[in-house]
C-alpha cells in the first residue's frame, strides 16, 4: 500500500485513510478522538517482512486483549512506496462497545507504537453503513495484503457489500482486476456491468503492453536495418512527388517482390506508418489509425488483388468519407476521411495479383524488386 503520511499521534506516519473516514482533528488544545468506530494504523522502521509471522501473532493477541472492542478487522500490508525494502504496516478497523472521547491513544499503543487514527465519521441511518464500509476496507484483499483477520464481522454474511465500495477499492489501484470481479460477481448487483469495465480495461492494457515491447524491440532492431540502394530510393520518386500537389485523388504504391525482399521494411521506413497485417482480411480495418500520429498508411502481405478492388475509391485517397466495419446492424460501422493519405501496398510473388488488371494499373505505382532492395555491405 501506499507509504503512510504524519501522524495524528505518535512517531509513526499515517496509513492512508479508507473512503469512510475523516483524520482525527487536532487543535492548539491538544488530541482528541471521540466516535464509535476508527481505523487505526500502525508504522514502525521494525516491521519488516522476517518479523511478519511473530508480529501478526503479537497483533491479534493485543486486538483480542482489548475489552473495550465490539467487532474489529486487522491486516497486515507491505508498504509498497516504503524506501525500506519488505516494511510492513498493520491497519486496525475498531468498533467499540460504548463511544470513546480519549486526548491520548495510549490504550491502542502496541509494540511501543502509537497508531494513527482516522475515525469514521456518520450519523444516523448511515451510520452503520459507513462502519461496514471501514471494516471491508481493512479485509479487503488489496496489493500487498499479507494477512487478514476478523473477530467475526465478515462480510457478505454479516453485512452487505455494496459496489461502489469496489469501485472505489479499483479506481485507486488497491485492488487486482481478478479481486474486483471475484468481490463484484459476490455482490451480485450490477455484476454484468463491472465485469464488462473489467474485461475493456484488460484488453486497453493488454494493447498497450504489447505496444510498449514492440516498439522496445523495433529500437533494437533499428541498428540492423541496412540502407536500401539508392536505385530502389529513385523508383519511389514519381509516387512520392504527387503528393506536392492538391489532387482530387492519389495513386498508391505497390511494393512487389519475392518473400525476404524488404519489401515491408522499405514500406515502414517512408514515416511513421500505421500498418494492417491484411494476409487473408476481407476489408481494411483502420480503427487505429491517426492522421496526427500516422504519415501513411502500409497495407502489408496483401494474398489477393480482391482486397484492393473491393475499396477502390479508398485507395484513391480521395475526399469522399469512407465507412468500414459495415454489417447488417452497422453497431460497428465507422469512417474515415483519407485524403492525401499516402497508401504503400506489399505483394508477394505468390499472392493472387495482376499488375495488369486495368483499374490496378491506372490507380497504382508499382515498384517491382527484383532482389533485396537495400545496400551490402561492401
Known sequence: ??????????????????????????????????????????????????????????????????????????????????????RLHFHVFAEFKKAVDWTSLAPMKWEGVLPNAAPAVARGSFQRAVVDRGHFYVWANKVGTEKVATSGWEPWLDYRVRGVWLDDLWAHHKITHDVYEDYACKARVGFCGRQRQVETIREREKKADMEKKQAEVAKKLAPLQKPFKPEVLALLEPWQSQYKQDLPRYKFLVLFGGSRAGKSSLAKSLGRAFVQTVQNAGAPDLRGHDAAQHDLIVFDNINDQQFVLDQRALFQANNDVHTLGESRTGIYAYHVWLWRVPMVLTVDTSAVWDSQEPWLAANSFEVRLAGPCWAEEA
Not at 499521534?9 to 496509513?15: I, K, V
Not at 483524520?23 to 488530541?31: D, N, Q, T
Request: glycine share 4%; charged share 15%; proline share 10%.
Open 1 to 86: 500500500m501506499s507509504e503512510p503520511g504524519p501522524a495524528s499521534q505518535g512517531s509513526a506516519p499515517a496509513a492512508p485513510t479508507p473512503p469512510v473516514a475523516a483524520r482525527v482533528p487536532s487543535s492548539a488544545r491538544g488530541f482528541r478522538l471521540r466516535g464509535r468506530a476508527c481505523l487505526f494504523t500502525y508504522n514502525s522502521p521494525s516491521f519488516v517482512l522476517s518479523s511478519l509471522e511473530p508480529l501478526w501473532e503479537s497483533f491479534l493477541q493485543f486486538l483480542q486483549a482489548l475489552t473495550l472492542l465490539c467487532q474489529w478487522t486487522a491486516t497486515v500490508e507491505k508498504s509498497l512506496r516504503s524506501t525500506l525494502t519488505d
